[in-house]
């Protein structure tokens, strides 16, 4: 089984939404991520830090999933890192209301010693020199690398991002993140300019409009699921890199052809994310309907026409 090592927050969200609202909650991006790679059949760690006020209950989630928590830093005089949001009608654009780093403004990762051979390692939204303090420890060259990101480093931390960037195999970055990162408007012209920054395969999210593969010149669009409810679109983009990542790691197999079907499972699991508040679709999730929910997704997708010259 391979081994799979997700460095991120775990973290309390207070989400508001058109259709409700929410007190604390799960949230963060190791907890998405590590929640979506729990459906395949994958050897995975948590690396992150939480406060004293972290419910064992959700600790005990990660461990009903057999996610490994050894690397899950509990400070006990600390609090957990906390962000609250409100999203408008659109469910596209939204508002920070708040955000408290408490124990994660000094968080260091550490790697167990037993995931440091991994063969994927995901590094989640963190700060760059975070992130690059977490490849260091890595021992294995072979490792795929898949790293996330946000425009706040691009716009704080820009040296240090594009440090990092050099040191990946693939990013995963939406579409407004890309545009800034290149100057680009073109997506195409954009994933060009990411590829020679460095990282061999450009994922490029847009939301409720699907995903785009970029690999030199090859090209693959994943659509959306067009959805009856999206109740709450907070974590989908690291819901999508967990199913990324998770079948990758599963089929251990890192062609274009096979990352094209990793998309289209993170782009399913990510379907399932927005319908319910924070990780609750998440937590009840059974593979036979991430079975149906792909099937709708070829059916979508899957078209003939006679071609005539």
Request: charged share 25%; glycine share 8%.
């Given at each position: 089984?391979?081994?799979?090592?997700?460095v991120?927050?775990?973290?309390?969200?207070?989400?508001?939404?058109?259709?409700?609202?929410?007190?604390?909650?799960?949230?963060?991006?190791?907890?998405?991520?590590?929640?979506?790679?729990?459906?395949?059949?994958?050897?995975?760690?948590?690396?992150?830090?939480?406060?004293?006020?972290?419910?064992?209950?959700?600790?005990?989630l990660f461990?009903?999933r057999d996610?490994?928590?050894?690397?899950?830093?509990?400070?006990?005089?600390?609090?957990?890192f906390?962000w609250?949001?409100r999203?408008h009608?659109d469910?596209?654009?939204?508002?920070?209301?708040a955000?408290?780093?408490?124990?994660?403004?000094?968080?260091?990762?550490?790697?167990?010693?037993?995931?440091?051979d991994?063969?994927?390692?995901?590094?989640?939204?963190?700060?760059?020199?975070?992130q690059?303090?977490?490849?260091?420890?890595m021992?294995?060259?072979?490792?795929?690398?898949?790293?996330?990101?946000?425009?706040?480093?691009?716009?704080?931390?820009l040296?240090?991002?594009?440090?990092?960037?050099?040191?990946?195999?693939?990013?995963?970055?939406n579409?407004?993140?890309?545009?800034?990162?290149?100057?680009?408007?073109?997506?195409?012209?954009?994933?060009?300019?990411?590829?020679?920054?460095?990282p061999?395969?450009?994922?490029i999210?847009?939301?409720?409009?699907g995903?785009?593969?970029?690999?030199?010149?090859?090209?693959?669009?994943?659509?959306?699921?067009?959805?009856?409810?999206?109740?709450d679109?907070?974590?989908?983009?690291?819901?999508?890199?967990?199913?990324?990542?998770g079948?990758?790691?599963q089929?251990?197999?890192?062609?274009?052809?096979?990352?094209?079907?990793?998309?289209?499972?993170?782009s399913?699991?990510?379907?399932?994310?927005?319908?319910?508040?924070?990780?609750?679709?998440l937590?009840?999730?059974?593979?036979?309907?991430?079975?149906?929910?792909?099937?709708?997704?070829?059916d979508?997708?899957?078209?003939e026409i006679e071609l005539t010259?």
């Amino acid at each position: 089984m391979s081994k799979l090592v997700i460095v991120g927050t775990v973290a309390f969200d207070a989400v508001e939404t058109p259709f409700g609202k929410t007190d604390k909650i799960l949230g963060g991006s190791a907890s998405y991520i590590g929640l979506s790679a729990s459906q395949f059949e994958v050897d995975s760690a948590i690396v992150s830090v939480v406060g004293g006020d972290f419910p064992q209950d959700y600790l005990d989630l990660f461990l009903e999933r057999d996610i490994d928590i050894s690397s899950i830093k509990i400070e006990k005089e600390g609090k957990t890192f906390f962000w609250s949001g409100r999203y408008h009608n659109d469910m596209n654009t939204r508002d920070t209301l708040a955000t408290e780093l408490n124990v994660l403004e000094n968080f260091q990762p550490i790697v167990p010693e037993a995931y440091k051979d991994a063969k994927i390692l995901v590094l989640g939204n963190l700060h760059p020199i975070v992130q690059s303090s977490v490849l260091d420890q890595m021992s294995d060259a072979s490792t795929l690398v898949i790293l996330d990101t946000m425009n706040f480093w691009m716009d704080h931390a820009l040296n240090d991002l594009l440090e990092v960037i050099k040191r990946v195999n693939v990013i995963t970055i939406n579409d407004e993140e890309a545009r800034q990162l290149t100057g680009e408007y073109s997506l195409v012209t954009a994933a060009r300019k990411i590829h020679e920054m460095g990282p061999e395969y450009v994922v490029i999210k847009k939301g409720e409009h699907g995903a785009l593969l970029f690999n030199g010149t090859n090209v693959f669009f994943a659509p959306a699921l067009p959805l009856e409810s999206v109740f709450d679109p907070t974590g989908a983009g690291d819901t999508f890199a967990g199913g990324f990542a998770g079948f990758l790691a599963q089929t251990e197999n890192i062609s274009f052809e096979n990352m094209k079907k990793a998309v289209i499972y993170g782009s399913t699991l990510a379907s399932f994310c927005v319908e319910k508040f924070g990780t609750e679709r998440l937590e009840s999730l059974h593979p036979e309907e991430v079975h149906t929910r792909l099937k709708a997704f070829k059916d979508l997708t899957r078209f003939e026409i006679e071609l005539t010259s």
